[in-house]
Each structure stands twice: as C-alpha cells, then as structure tokens.
C-alpha cells in the first residue's frame, strides 16, 4: 500500500458528520490531505478514509465514548483516495442544537507526535492480531478487551495515557 505522510504542524483537519456518520462538512486541509472534494466526500460515510490498518477496537471505542456524549481523543491512521496514508491525532465531539438534541460529531485532527505512533503502532498491532484471532463479530469488542486490560496493566486507563502520549510525557 501506498507512502505514509505526516501531517505539518499547521495542518488542521477538520469534518462534520452527522448522528449517522455522514460526512456533512469537510474543509480544505481534509479535501488537500484525504484527496477527496467536498463533492466526492459529502454524504459518504466517514469511514470513507478509514485505512485497514486501524484495529476496529478504536472505533467501537469512538463510538461508545462519542455516544456517551464525552469527547474522544485517539490516533488514528486515514486512507488517502490513492491508497497513501497520513496519522492524526483526532479529537471527535458530540454537537448539539440549541435545544440540546444531538445533530452530529465534529472531528479535528492534527499532527499526531511521532513518538507517540511508535507506541500506538505496536498497540494497534496487538489489537489487529486479537481481531484476526476472534470471530468477525466479537473482534472488535475482544480487542478493546485487551487495550483496556493492557494500560490496567501499567496503572492507566485510555483517556489519560492517549493524553500524555500525545504530549510526550514519559508512560
């Protein structure tokens, strides 16, 4: 598969998608990273640059959280419409109407820390390894299963260590 970019420091990706997951929004740091016009990528879903070497874990983990109401921080790796890809480290945020009824999620990414890929790529490693080995429906819930357990391990809980990772404080 196709190069893998790293996002500058100025880069900032940001999307709106419905409760469904629908793209509804995206700007140009999207369109010029992802390789897709606003054309190509309103109404499809976000998974639409979701690259196959992100554990589906992550975003049973993404959607339990954002479903919660709570924000979701994660690394994530996205597919570029010709098959590169580029790592971000993503914020996603619940968005309400005035009347406090959920109308969709915001996502911003930016330049995930490099040293913090290492780590999460050997994680994510791990949870693809879990997904092969369990049956097409529990995989996503077996490898969330060993995450947690695994930064239980070390005395930490997902937010936290996905927080310090990113700012590079030692784990």
């Given at each position: 598969?196709?190069?893998?970019?790293?996002?500058?420091?100025?880069?900032l990706?940001?999307?709106?998608?419905?409760?469904?997951g629908?793209?509804?929004y995206?700007?140009?740091?999207?369109?010029?990273?992802?390789?897709?016009?606003?054309?190509?990528?309103?109404?499809?879903?976000?998974?639409?640059?979701r690259?196959?070497?992100?554990?589906?874990?992550?975003?049973?983990?993404?959607?339990?959280?954002v479903q919660n109401?709570?924000?979701?921080?994660?690394?994530?790796?996205?597919?570029?419409?010709?098959?590169d890809?580029?790592?971000?480290?993503?914020?996603?945020?619940?968005?309400?109407?005035?009347?406090?009824r959920?109308?969709?999620?915001?996502?911003v990414?930016?330049?995930?820390?490099?040293?913090?890929?290492?780590?999460?790529?050997?994680?994510?490693?791990?949870?693809?390894?879990?997904?092969?080995?369990?049956?097409?429906?529990?995989a996503?819930a077996?490898?969330?299963?060993?995450?947690?357990?695994?930064?239980?391990?070390?005395?930490?809980?997902?937010?936290?260590?996905?927080?310090?990772?990113q700012?590079?404080?030692?784990?």
């Open positions: 598969m196709g190069k893998v970019m790293h996002l500058a420091a100025d880069d990706i940001i999307s709106k998608t419905d409760t469904e629908r793209i509804i995206c700007n140009r740091a999207f369109m010029r990273l992802s390789g897709y016009s606003s054309a190509d990528a309103l109404g499809q879903p976000h998974r639409l640059v690259h196959p070497d992100m554990p589906r874990g992550i975003f049973k983990l993404l959607w339990q959280t109401g709570e924000e979701f921080h994660g690394f994530i790796k996205n597919r570029t419409r010709d098959g890809a580029y790592w971000c480290f993503s914020s996603i945020t619940p968005n309400y109407t005035a009347e406090g959920l109308n969709g999620y915001f996502a990414q930016r330049q995930a820390r490099r040293e913090a890929l290492e780590q999460i790529e050997e994680i994510y490693r791990q949870m693809q390894g879990i997904e092969r080995r369990s049956g097409h429906r529990e996503p077996a490898s969330l299963r060993w995450l947690r357990e695994h930064l239980a391990d070390q005395g930490s809980q997902y937010e936290p260590f996905i927080i310090l990772l700012r590079g404080v030692e784990i």
